[in-house]
């Protein structure tokens, strides 16, 4: 019996999370594809639309699934060498042997996610290499598809919230924005700040401190994954409750 090649495929994310060993999930818009017309709907464990032109319903197939072998693609800073591209940009070069390649970027190159604020300023002039044209060989960390779920993004669960990376402050008394004394995890959304640092979503009577949490009935991590949600996607873009891929993964090496 043949086994199906495991496929190795590039993924980005918007933040250094993806290099965050605490996080173990991720969420992606389902996208209509260019042979199909809305709306989605739901059949068991698949997403369908109807096909333009026989007018018939067909899956929908989520770019990643199960088994797949991720390398998470990084912006980086050439150092020291002239604009190679159009327009003085900078572009990835091409290497026939991988050892070569491996010898250029560390003569060369740093990921940007390994820089302070004040070597980004020294850095910024000699040149940022794109992370959408990353080549596989450039990655240094690299993931393996778990599980791929269909689900509307209200559905998440606190677990999958907390899954998803975000920064967690043990509160023992007051804590950095808070307001209030409190005990036990409270997660940051990425966006709030108080005067003293983060303002932590925490659990207070059951559901989250904040007025937006205890408005719409939400814990502590899902409340802050909703503003996180609305922070990559634009205003309202919880309220639309849109169709995602829920990604569960595991990192390959430690």
């Not at 997403?47 to 072998?69: E, M, N």
């Not at 598809?145 to 269909?150: A, L, M």
């Not at 920064?167 to 950095?176: I, L, N």
């Not at 994954?225 to 919880?238: C, D, F, P, T, V």
Request: charged letters at 25%; glycine letters at 10%.
């Amino acid at each position: 019996m043949s086994q199906t090649a495991v496929r190795e495929r590039p993924i980005l994310f918007h933040s250094d999370l993806g290099l965050e060993d605490r996080k173990t999930q991720t969420r992606r818009l389902v996208k209509i594809p260019k042979w199909g017309q809305w709306p989605i709907e739901q059949d068991g464990d698949k997403l369908i639309c109807t096909c333009k032109s026989t007018g018939c319903l067909a899956d929908i197939k989520p770019r990643y699934r199960a088994g797949d072998v991720l390398y998470v693609a990084e912006s980086v800073f050439q150092i020291g060498h002239e604009r190679t591209g159009k327009n003085g940009q900078y572009l990835w070069p091409k290497f026939n042997d991988e050892a070569v390649a491996r010898r250029w970027f560390d003569s060369c190159c740093r990921y940007t996610a390994d820089l302070m604020s004040n070597e980004l300023i020294w850095y910024e002039p000699h040149g940022l290499l794109n992370k959408l044209f990353m080549p596989p060989w450039a990655a240094r960390t690299r993931l393996r598809i778990e599980e791929v779920r269909v689900q509307r993004v209200q559905e998440i669960s606190e677990e999958d919230a907390i899954a998803e990376g975000l920064a967690v402050q043990m509160g023992d008394g007051p804590g950095p924005g808070a307001g209030f004394k409190w005990t036990g995890p409270g997660y940051w959304d990425g966006l709030s700040r108080g005067d003293f640092g983060p303002t932590y979503h925490v659990k207070r009577e059951g559901l989250c401190c904040c007025k937006e949490g205890q408005r719409l009935n939400l814990t502590p991590a899902r409340c802050a994954y909703r503003i996180l949600w609305n922070k990559l996607y634009g205003k309202g873009a919880w309220e639309l409750n849109s169709w995602i891929w829920a990604i569960t993964f595991s990192r390959i090496g430690g």
